[in-house]
């Protein structure tokens, strides 16, 4: 008879199918290999960080968001200019320059897992890491890997520009920095999950 | 024979003292209030969400900022400017407008009460909120409770101005707005937290 894997067991082959399916960004996926390698761990969803020109018709209007540009790297102002260029016309709603820091979604096969896991987390900079989505029925718990790094800055709104050169400058080089900050916090957190092995 | 309180209710009753003793927002009391007249919960520590202008001697750090100004509520274009004006010269760093969402965190007596906190919280609007510091030893578990609210923009760099004064009206408009949809989700937070009575 073949053994019937536990729920936990089948969810990760699920996710690690999904993943290989639909990929993940380049400088996240060593944390991701190393992770799903462990029994006890998977990862569902991640993103490395990233520096978004986005449109919203409204405050905090994400569905109807538009990106008119998005990276996971250092940009250059160029870039953002030229990503300002394509976005929507509108009279309503406001163009945003926004830094986005790393987050990774965890699940762990019981608490005890779990609590590791955000202890390294939060020792790596991890500072808004918790855990989520406790399954009091089979013991399954998700952690959010998420730290500090953020910026949102409205750059237009209706027909009126914000920025100047010097502050798109200025605006670039913190992104920059902030994206670097978030990319080191994610390589310390790749050594500490070695302690899980 | 005088009962001994369990570790739990004497942390309880340190934190109320400190609660009275230092007070908190007024616009957070009402929840305060709640949760600790429940046997299960105490709050740790809180804020209703704030605008803030904020001097930064370096991106994030935040033991040598100096507040130019801290509002709890709807803040006019000209408290901003005045604030502005009160911020220290420096030919480094900058002067950053900020927005940041509520924040609780609740102390539970174990992982089944601090499950149940969290499924209001997120069910409030609170996305970002998660289970942290669950102590294995006593059980006692800490429940962030925090949101998306948030905005952080830089006004000036060095001696370099940033904003103009429609884009100080826009920054001032959105950030009422965030502190108004942060409030609201502590109004429904706190019907829900009467389902745990």
Redesign the interface.
Known sequence: MASVASPFDAEKKGALERLARRGADAEVMPVLDRLNGLADFFTTSSCAGRIVVIYLPA??AKREAVFAGKWHRAVEVEEVLGAIAEAPASTEG?LWFIVQAPILHVACRD??KA?AL?RLALDAGFK?????G?E?ATGRVVV?V?S???????LA?GS?T???D??LA??VS?AN??LA?GKSKLGRFYEGVRMLE
Not at 128 to 132: H, I
Not at 148 to 154: A, F, G, I, K, S
């Open positions: 405050v905090g406001a608490t005890d609590v955000l808004y890491s918790g855990l989520k406790l009091t959010e998420m500090t790094e953020r910026m949102d800055v409205p709104a009126t914000f920025y100047t010097r502050y200025f605006l913190t920095l902030l900050r």
